[in-house]
């Protein structure tokens, strides 16, 4: 069965530290991955596609096919980066809308 | 351009009504996607539809239905209603158009409709 899976619920750090935030996947072919984030009273956006291979606001993930992982990291946490941040699947089946997401990591970002 | 509107933003209702929830999708998006969020199963794809077409269908009862119109605006319709219905439903736009690996497209959300059952 296709699934996402994210550990942790809430991730705690100090302003400057590295962030990494889990994301374990489940998914028989070849996959595309995603990272959502929702700020504060915002809408669900796209951070960043793991087709693309970019770095958005400082942050990257990288495919890992044999470890099945899409790990979300940067390496000096600032406090705007407090926010939820759901690691996504594509749920493929010819459909551009299906997404499979995870339960969520809220990162909270300390001064 | 103007992103992705959902009316109404806040619903409440009783155990066996139904409801009928509206999405607006960005001008020139022609697929359109549903979610349901809850604290405790998270975001779930309900349906998505393309074209005036159900395009694909997630893991969810009949009494969960949706259309498209000609103009891409959708809707989603849940009948009689059940107490664990309420969430917050968000609609994604996208242009859909089709491909392989790598043309999943950016999905642009909604600001979602809470619904309350009681």
Redesign the interface.
């Given at each position: 069965a296709q699934r996402v899976t994210q550990p942790e619920k809430l991730l705690s750090v100090f302003k400057g530290a590295p962030v990494e935030l889990k994301c374990n996947y489940s998914y028989s072919g070849?996959p595309?991955l995603?990272w959502y984030v929702q700020y504060s009273r915002q809408?669900?956006?796209?951070l960043l596609?793991h087709?693309s291979r970019e770095s958005i606001k400082g942050f990257t993930a990288d495919l890992n096919k044999g470890e099945t992982s899409f790990h979300l990291k940067k390496p000096f946490a600032q406090e705007e980066d407090s926010a939820m941040y759901?690691c996504a699947l594509?749920?493929g089946?010819?459909?551009?809308?299906?997404?499979?997401?995870?339960?969520?990591t809220k990162l909270s970002v300390k001064p | 351009k103007a992103?992705?509107t959902q009316t109404p933003r806040y619903l409440i209702k009783t155990r066996g009504q139904q409801v009928t929830l509206s999405c607006s999708p960005i001008s020139g998006h022609r697929?359109?996607?549903w979610?349901q969020q809850t604290p405790g199963q998270?975001?779930?794809?309900l349906f998505?539809y393309?074209s005036e077409t159900q395009?694909?269908k997630?893991n969810f009862p009949g009494r969960f239905s949706g259309r498209q119109f000609s103009n891409s605006r959708s809707e989603m319709n849940v009948s009689t209603l059940e107490l664990g219905d309420s969430a917050l439903y968000?609609c994604?736009s996208?242009r859909?158009?089709?491909?392989g690996?790598?043309?999943?497209?950016?999905?642009?959300?909604?600001?979602g409709t809470r619904l309350l059952v009681l």
């Open positions: 070849s595309e995603f809408r669900l956006q796209l596609r087709i759901y594509s749920g089946g010819g459909s551009q809308g299906n997404l499979i997401f995870g339960k969520g | 992103g992705v697929s359109v996607s979610y998270g975001l779930q794809f998505e393309f395009r694909n997630g968000l994604a996208s859909g158009l089709a491909g690996p790598g043309a999943q497209e950016t999905q642009y959300f909604g600001p």
